[in-house]
């Protein structure tokens, strides 16, 4: 078994939790219409930040006025950084945390709402257990006029109280490795792992991948209460909408689904690999060699699935034998996307899929 790396670490001895700095990493990008409620909830803290820093990645509305606007009356620094070119939502945010100067690093979107106690939750949890390389929490999903829905964030990408058992239970990467649970506005973590996080590939979701780097060489804990108010507005760059079996067969149903769905394996097994690679390459270890081996099958599965033959009949074996290894159950749908590969044609390869929004695509 690879030894834990201590590394991440090694700025958090418990004797050392008051020293703790903490900055704020937020990405804007024409995001006057929400940005004053945002910011507006950064100053209700109850643990306020040592610093926030935002990069602005080219607004043509009036975000960079009311950015300078706050920076005047804000108690604590506001550093702010417009970029000389659009980056896209993925570059905006490695260069936000590439910024920041504080031990705790917590990200923040524009057009959420913080509640009073979400920074100091954060911090008391990774004060109280070292051992841990971040933190992050539910949130209530709001319309645009933070009006509450029925459905919760964890609902909505099914933290469920399985898979936050087995959160618990150490067995944070293997739920990661099957689908993201955590969301960047509610997602506070150590900065001492920013090496290993940074630079974040271009095609990844900036949280997924920080969360999947930080569970491969520790753990990640959560609070099991919402801290964020989540805004829906039609313009979100990843939505939160609850999606049921039925929305599944209706997207199985569209034509153009295939192709969206060779799309995304593609990106996930790039992504796979890359992470892979960054793993074994950095100073960092995997927690353990089992979780090594877990994403070494990842990708045998997701190779797997994108070399399936064209003819259903010619499939069935090779889908059949992902089956029996249990592969589909732990890196996708089971058997429903069992099902799908039996049924799809194959596609021609039509290149990774880059839309930041592409998580939700069906599996």
């Given at each position: 078994m690879a030894m834990e790396s201590t590394r991440c670490r090694a700025l958090y001895n418990p004797k050392n939790r008051s020293a703790m700095t903490l900055s704020?990493?937020?990405?804007?990008?024409?995001?006057?219409?929400?940005?004053?409620?945002?910011?507006?909830?950064?100053?209700?803290?109850?643990?306020?930040?040592?610093?926030?820093?935002?990069c602005d990645d080219g607004s043509s509305d009036a975000t960079a006025d009311i950015l300078?606007?706050?920076?005047?009356?804000?108690?604590?620094?506001?550093?702010?950084?417009?970029?000389?070119?659009?980056?896209?939502?993925?570059?905006?945010?490695?260069?936000?945390?590439?910024?920041?100067?504080?031990?705790?690093?917590?990200?923040?979107?524009?057009?959420?709402?913080?509640?009073?106690?979400?920074?100091?939750?954060?911090?008391?949890?990774?004060?109280q257990r070292p051992e841990m390389l971040g933190v992050f929490s539910d949130a209530h999903v709001t319309d645009e006029s933070l009006r509450p829905s029925n459905v919760s964030l964890w609902d909505a990408v099914s933290?469920?109280?399985?898979?936050?058992?087995?959160?618990?239970?150490?067995?944070?990467?293997?739920?990661?490795?099957?689908?993201?649970?955590?969301?960047?506005t509610t997602f506070t973590f150590r900065a001492a792992c920013r090496d290993l996080i940074l630079p974040i590939p271009e095609q990844a979701v900036h949280d997924a991948w920080i969360a999947l780097m930080l569970a491969a060489v520790g753990e990640i804990a959560f609070l099991e209460v919402p801290l964020v108010l989540y805004r829906q507005h039609g313009r979100n760059q990843i939505g939160a909408a609850k999606h049921t079996v039925w929305d599944q067969v209706a997207d199985a149903a569209?034509?153009?689904?295939?192709?969206?769905?060779?799309?995304?394996?593609?990106?996930?097994?790039q992504l796979s690999r890359l992470a892979l690679q960054r793993l074994q390459e950095s100073r960092y270890q995997f927690h353990d060699a089992r979780k090594q081996e877990l994403l070494v099958s990842k990708i045998q599965h997701l190779e797997s699935r994108l070399s399936l033959p064209q003819g259903r009949l010619r499939r069935t074996i090779p889908i059949f034998k992902e089956m029996i290894s249990g592969r589909y159950s732990k890196y996708s749908y089971g058997a429903f996307s069992a099902a799908r590969d039996f049924a799809g044609a194959r596609i021609p390869n039509r290149g990774i899929a880059r839309a930041s929004g592409d998580r939700q695509a069906a599996q």
């Open positions: 704020i990493a937020m990405c804007t990008y024409n995001g006057g219409r929400y940005l004053d409620e945002q910011l507006e909830s950064l100053l209700r803290q109850t643990r306020l930040p040592d610093e926030l820093v935002v300078s606007a706050f920076a005047e009356r804000a108690p604590f620094p506001v550093r702010i950084h417009i970029n000389p070119v659009n980056l896209g939502s993925t570059k905006n945010f490695e260069r936000a945390i590439s910024l920041c100067t504080g031990d705790l690093i917590a990200l923040s979107d524009q057009d959420d709402v913080w509640l009073p106690e979400k920074l100091e939750r954060a911090e008391q949890m990774l004060a933290f469920d109280t399985g898979r936050r058992r087995r959160f618990r239970n150490g067995q944070a990467f293997s739920v990661l490795l099957q689908r993201t649970v955590v969301t960047g569209d034509p153009d689904s295939a192709g969206a769905k060779r799309a995304y394996l593609q990106k996930e097994l």
